[in-house]
C-alpha cells in the first residue's frame, strides 16, 4: 500500500446480462454482457480528488456503486485504507458505509419533501445513533448545517425542500454526508443540475469538506471547467475503461488520447490558451456487448488502424503520473 493511500481499485469489473427478447430464448445465441465497467485500476490519495469523466453511458455510475459496493462487481479488487471492502460480511461493511458516502446529482430527488431539514439530518442521526440526547441531535444537526452554510441556522431548520432553491437542497445532502464524518465521498454529478450561478458555491464547498476533514473525493462529471475546479486528478473514461489518467492540469495543457483531445475541444472556454486540435469524433458511446479484444475508440478514431481493431491498447507513461491506453499517441 502507497503512503497515505485511502481508495485502491483493481482490475473492477462490472458486467450486466443483456435481457434477450422471447424469439430469442428459441435460439441456439450465447448470452451476451455489457461490460459497464472493465478491467479499472486507479488509487486515491489522502484529500484528493479524482475526477472521473466521460460521456452517458461510460460506465461512471456503475463504478461509482461498485465501489460503495451498492451493487456487487463482477470481479476485482476495491480496498479502504488497505482493508478489502469486497471480503467485508454485512455487519463490518455497514461500519465502513458510514466512512464511504455518496452525493447524488438530484438534490431534490434525494430528499423527502415531507421532512424538514432538521428533520432530515436528524434521520441520519438516528439511523446512525450519533448521539443520544435531543440536545445532542440538535447540536451536531446545528454543526452541520453551519458547515454547509445554511446560515443562520434558525431560518432554514424548518424549512421544507420546496421551499430551498437547488443548491440550499445539496447543501442539505451534503449536510447528511458530513454529519457522519466521511473519509471518502463519491460526488456523482453533484452540480450538474444546479443552476451554474450556484454552482461555484457547491464546488467550493466541497474543496472546504476536503481540507477541513481530510476527505478523499472521487468527482463525477461530464464538464471539464468544473472538474478543473475541484480535481487534483482526472481519470477519462470511454466504454467502461479509463483511457487517460494524470494531473488536472497537466492533461488539460496536454491531452494525449484522442478521446481526450475530443473532450477539451468540445468546451471552448475552458482555458483560451489550451491550443488543442480539432479532433474530428462524432456520435455517442455506443453499447458494445462483451469484454473487447481491440481498443473500444476504435470506431470513432481518426488515427485508428489495423492494430486498434486487433488488439487492446493497455497503459503507457506519457509523464509525470500521466498515463495513457493508445497506440497512435
Ligand atoms: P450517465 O452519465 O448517463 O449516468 P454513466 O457513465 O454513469 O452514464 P452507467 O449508468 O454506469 O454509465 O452505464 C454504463 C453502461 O451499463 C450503459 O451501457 C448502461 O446501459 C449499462 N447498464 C447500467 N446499469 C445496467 C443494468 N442494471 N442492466 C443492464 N445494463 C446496465
Not at 500500500?1 to 481508495?7: D, L, N, T, Y
Not at 432553491?165 to 466521511?182: A, C, E, H, T, Y
Not at 475503461?241 to 471552448?268: C, D, F, R, S
Amino acid at each position: 500500500m502507497k503512503k497515505h493511500e485511502v481508495i485502491k481499485v483493481e482490475n473492477l469489473t462490472k458486467y450486466f446480462k443483456i435481457k434477450k427478447g422471447f424469439l430469442s430464448n428459441f435460439s441456439k445465441s450465447k448470452q451476451e454482457y455489457i461490460y459497464a465497467v472493465n478491467n479499472i485500476s486507479f488509487s486515491i490519495g489522502e484529500k484528493e480528488i479524482l475526477g472521473f469523466i466521460g460521456e452517458s453511458g461510460c460506465g461512471k455510475s456503475t463504478m461509482s456503486r461498485s465501489i460503495l459496493r451498492l451493487i456487487e462487481p463482477s470481479s476485482g479488487t476495491i480496498s479502504f485504507k488497505g482493508k478489502d471492502i469486497l471480503a467485508l460480511n454485512s455487519k463490518d461493511l455497514r461500519k465502513y458505509r458510514r466512512k464511504m458516502q455518496m452525493i447524488f446529482q438530484d438534490p431534490f430527488g434525494s430528499l423527502n419533501p415531507r421532512r424538514t431539514v432538521a428533520d432530515t439530518l436528524r434521520q441520519t442521526v438516528k439511523i446512525h445513533k450519533l448521539a443520544e440526547t435531543i440536545d445532542e441531535e440538535d447540536k451536531l444537526i446545528k454543526e452541520a448545517m453551519e458547515e454547509v452554510e445554511l446560515i443562520p441556522v434558525e431560518e432554514y431548520w424548518d424549512k421544507y425542500p420546496a421551499l430551498l432553491s437547488g443548491g440550499q437542497q445539496q447543501r442539505v445532502s451534503m449536510g447528511r454526508v458530513i454529519i457522519l464524518k466521511p473519509e471518502f465521498v463519491i460526488a456523482d454529478e453533484p452540480v450538474s443540475m444546479l443552476d451554474v450561478s450556484v454552482r461555484i458555491g457547491v464546488l467550493k464547498l466541497i474543496l472546504k469538506m476536503k481540507e477541513k476533514h481530510n476527505i478523499s473525493f472521487i468527482y463525477i462529471t461530464h464538464d471539464l471547467s468544473t472538474a478543473r475546479y475541484v480535481c487534483d486528478r482526472i481519470a477519462i473514461m470511454y466504454l467502461g475503461k479509463i483511457v487517460e489518467i494524470g494531473p488536472t492540469e497537466e492533461i488539460l495543457a496536454n491531452p494525449v488520447h484522442p478521446y481526450t483531445q475530443a473532450l477539451i475541444k468540445a468546451v471552448p472556454d475552458i482555458d483560451p490558451t489550451v491550443k488543442v486540435k480539432e479532433i474530428p469524433i462524432k456520435g455517442y458511446v455506443p453499447v458494445v456487448p462483451g469484454e473487447g479484444v481491440n481498443c473500444s475508440f476504435y470506431p470513432r478514431c481518426p488515427y485508428a488502424d489495423e492494430q486498434c481493431n486487433n488488439e487492446m491498447p493497455t497503459m503507457k507513461k506519457v509523464g509525470d503520473d500521466h498515463f495513457v491506453a493508445c497506440f497512435k499517441r
